[in-house]
């Protein structure tokens, strides 16, 4: 009877005092890896700034930074990294010993329009910070400006900036030598879109339809002018009419 419970005794404890023992064994590592140098985190690696300085994500290197690698709370810095209203999304993952890999994607600046405030938008009609971005953008006038039109972090109400960010967004895909040249997108008084060009003579006229449609003809006829001359030659191109592209000389 006494063996038959020195045994069960056995059976019961012996696979218990194991995972004791395990514990014991990692808690200890965790423990010696926390005050060991070598899990501090020396470097932290920002990629994917193209369009906005990094000068917000820079405060959260500084605060990321000599922390031991295993206790950094990367969940809670992502979660704040991706409620900047340009920033789309964001990967944080550690590089061991010492280094945090921060991969940032940004929203895309595409155009600006001035609201009281300027507000920068992107491919999606999404409104931006102004403060960040540092590159030159086609400017959208004689919208709407209300203010309630374009919260921050939040799609812009305005359905013609919306048409007119589509376009934009269209011509860059399909006619980046056109996009990089646009002073102005311009909606008029006959609610139809106009764009000025950078040297501030040339405007196209596009009318209120079809648009996509004329932006293709656009890049055609550009495509079969003379080498001596460039969509600035002109001082007007009126896309308008069907089949046919009416123009005017400087």
Same mark, same amino acid.
């Given at each position: 009877?006494?063996?038959?419970?020195?045994?069960?005794?056995?059976?019961?404890?012996?696979?218990?005092?194991c995972l004791?023992?395990?514990?014991?064994?990692?808690?200890?590592?965790?423990?010696?890896?926390?005050?060991?140098?070598?899990?501090?985190?020396?470097?932290?690696?920002?990629?994917?700034?193209?369009?906005?300085?990094?000068?917000?994500?820079?405060?959260?290197?500084?605060?990321?930074?000599?922390?031991? &690698?295993? %206790?950094?709370? *990367?969940?809670?810095? #992502?979660?704040?990294? /991706?409620?900047?209203?340009?920033? =789309?999304?964001? +990967?944080?993952?550690?590089?061991?010993?010492?280094?945090?890999?921060?991969?940032?994607?940004?929203?895309?600046?595409?155009?600006?329009?001035?609201?009281?405030?300027?507000?920068?938008?992107?491919?999606?009609?999404?409104?931006?910070?102004?403060?960040y971005c540092? &590159?030159? %953008?086609?400017? *959208?006038?004689?919208? #709407?400006?209300?203010? /309630?039109?374009?919260?921050?972090? =939040?799609?812009? +109400?305005?359905?013609?900036?919306?048409?007119?960010?589509?376009?934009?967004?269209?011509?860059?895909?399909?006619?980046?030598?056109?996009?990089?040249?646009?002073?102005?997108?311009?909606?008029?008084?006959?609610?139809?879109?106009?764009?000025?060009?950078?040297?501030?003579?040339?405007?196209?006229? *596009?009318?209120?339809?079809?648009?996509?449609?004329?932006?293709?003809?656009?890049?055609?006829?550009?495509?079969?002018?003379?080498?001596?001359?460039?969509?600035?030659?002109?001082?007007?191109?009126?896309?308008?009419?069907?089949?046919?592209?009416?123009?005017?000389?400087?």
């Amino acid at each position: 009877m006494k063996n038959n419970l020195i045994k069960i005794y056995n059976v019961v404890h012996q696979p218990l005092l194991c995972l004791i023992l395990i514990g014991i064994s990692l808690f200890g590592s965790i423990k010696w890896a926390q005050f060991n140098k070598t899990f501090i985190v020396k470097d932290v690696k920002i990629e994917g700034i193209n369009y906005f300085d990094d000068t917000v994500l820079i405060e959260y290197k500084k605060s990321i930074k000599d922390q031991n &690698i295993f %206790l950094s709370n *990367l969940k809670g810095y #992502k979660s704040d990294i /991706e409620s900047l209203d340009h920033i =789309k999304g964001c +990967k944080i993952s550690r590089v061991f010993p010492s280094t945090v890999k921060v991969e940032v994607y940004e929203r895309e600046p595409l155009a600006m329009i001035s609201a009281n405030d300027l507000i920068i938008l992107d491919s999606e009609g999404i409104c931006l910070p102004v403060e960040y971005c540092e &590159i030159s %953008l086609p400017i *959208l006038s004689n919208f #709407k400006n209300n203010q /309630e039109l374009y919260e921050k972090g =939040k799609k812009t +109400k305005s359905s013609n900036v919306l048409k007119s960010i589509d376009v934009i967004k269209y011509s860059k895909e399909n006619f980046d030598s056109l996009y990089m040249n646009i002073s102005e997108f311009v909606f008029n008084e006959n609610s139809e879109y106009e764009i000025i060009l950078k040297n501030g003579r040339t405007k196209i006229l *596009l009318g209120g339809d079809n648009i996509f449609a004329k932006i293709d003809n656009l890049n055609a006829f550009a495509t079969v002018l003379p080498p001596e001359k460039t969509l600035e030659s002109y001082r007007y191109i009126d896309l308008r009419y069907k089949r046919q592209i009416v123009v005017e000389e400087i």
